[in-house]
């Protein structure tokens, strides 16, 4: 039950990510894949700055949307001429 917990809140972590970055829709897939980067960066940001947001559902969507929002601003950065 977890995982389902995890995919829904991964997605909906891309989606706001999205929202807030003012971009166009991508779909499902790729706010899940956006929201699952953007946790895994923004634990990994956390960690080394050795903060932490609230813990439980609403922390991980915390701290997904702001890894999201490195790992878009990275890859528009990296992927410009």
Request: glycine share 14%; hydrophobic share 55%.
């Amino acid at each position: 039950m977890h995982f389902i917990w995890y995919i829904l809140l991964g997605a909906l972590s891309g989606w706001l990510t999205q929202k807030l970055l003012k971009r166009e829709p991508k779909g499902f897939l790729r706010n899940l894949i956006l929201g699952a980067a953007g946790g895994f960066v923004g634990s990994w940001i956390f960690k080394i700055l050795q903060i932490g947001p609230s813990t439980g559902k609403l922390g991980f969507v915390v701290t997904a949307v702001i890894g999201g929002v490195v790992v878009v601003w990275a890859v528009d950065r990296f992927l410009k001429d």
